[in-house]
């Protein structure tokens, strides 16, 4: 573990994928896994995806680097849920194993041995493309989100968040993500499920 | 112009030491490489090889810097004749999102000099 705080309580339970639900803007919206097969379509969401959702340089810019970022997120031991209004994907939220140790970026020494074919941290983010915002996905993604991470025992999620997204910091409070860091340039929160 | 590298021994500052080394090679800028000596990172390497292999042929002043990296290295620009502060940073997380460490936030938020990111 990484030094990093996390509730004692655990949150949830929460249903995974799928869901099938009617958003607040009256569109009918599916909530699966992910896997390779949704690669095109993501990529498709991440090439149009709008500059100014960006957060901490994700998604990527340059097309190359998207294919790249979104390759290595449904990678093996990332789990993936997408929302799809009809045949197109406008939202995706993903865990991604951390196997980092504290100030090790590479070497990984005898005394600091980590067993990186069992992670005990994910990282979670979550996309949704503009024009489905503020419409009740990015809950229902999260939500589907953690029940599979529940389901695969997960349990230690964190993620860091731009202080002022206050729709952001709502959505993750609301679900059971608690404040474990507030003196690092973004604010880091995380759960435990 | 005359440029200031912050190095620490990571792989970032590192990099942007390199960076700096093959503009100045071009441009003939003067470089001063701030060898930070106190640094977490730079307490399992030897910099002062690092940087001389970095440097290569190019002529460089060395500073050395003990004490706080970050607030030393800003005192160091600020009140030297340097055009630019050049540190290398921004990390990636699991995820690809950039971390700012404190060393990083610290030096954008204090320094008057100019300063160069190089990722």
């Given amino acids: ?193 | 112009m005359h440029l200031l590298v912050g190095v620490d021994g990571s792989d970032d500052s590192l990099a942007a030491l390199s960076a700096t080394v093959d503009r100045v090679s071009e441009t003939g800028d003067d470089l001063t490489v701030a060898l930070l000596l106190d640094a977490e990172a730079a307490a399992d390497v030897d910099l002062d090889e690092l940087v001389r292999d970095a440097l290569g042929d190019v002529n460089a002043t060395r500073e050395r810097v003990s004490g706080d990296p970050a607030s030393r290295l800003v005192e160091l620009a600020d009140g030297g004749p340097y055009d630019r502060l050049v540190v290398g940073g921004g990390s990636r997380s699991p995820l690809g999102k950039v971390n700012l460490d404190q060393f990083l936030e610290f030096v954008l938020l204090n320094a008057t000099t100019t300063l160069t990111l190089v990722r």
């Fill in chain 1, 1 to 193: 573990m990484t030094g990093r705080t996390y509730p004692d309580e655990r949150a949830g339970p929460f249903e995974g994928p799928p869901r099938r639900f009617t958003d607040a803007e009256g569109r009918d919206i599916a909530v699966r896994d992910a896997d390779a097969d949704d690669y095109d379509d993501l990529v498709a969401m991440y090439d149009a995806f709008d500059p100014e959702d960006r957060a901490q340089g994700i998604p990527p810019m340059r097309p190359d680097d998207v294919r790249k970022w979104v390759a290595d997120l449904l990678g093996e031991e990332c789990s993936n849920v997408v929302a799809r209004h009809g045949d197109d994907v406008v939202g995706h939220a993903t865990l991604v194993p951390d196997v980092a140790t504290p100030g090790a970026d590479d070497d990984v020494t005898a005394t600091d041995a980590v067993d990186t074919s069992d992670p005990e941290e994910y990282e979670l983010a979550i996309f949704v493309t503009r024009a489905y915002q503020g419409a009740g996905i990015g809950t229902q993604l999260l939500e589907a989100l953690l029940g599979k991470g529940q389901a695969d025992g997960v349990e230690y999620v964190w993620l860091t968040v731009e202080r002022w997204n206050d729709p952001a910091l709502a959505l993750y409070r609301s679900v059971g993500f608690v404040t474990s860091n507030a003196e690092t340039f973004e604010l880091e929160m995380g759960i435990r499920l």
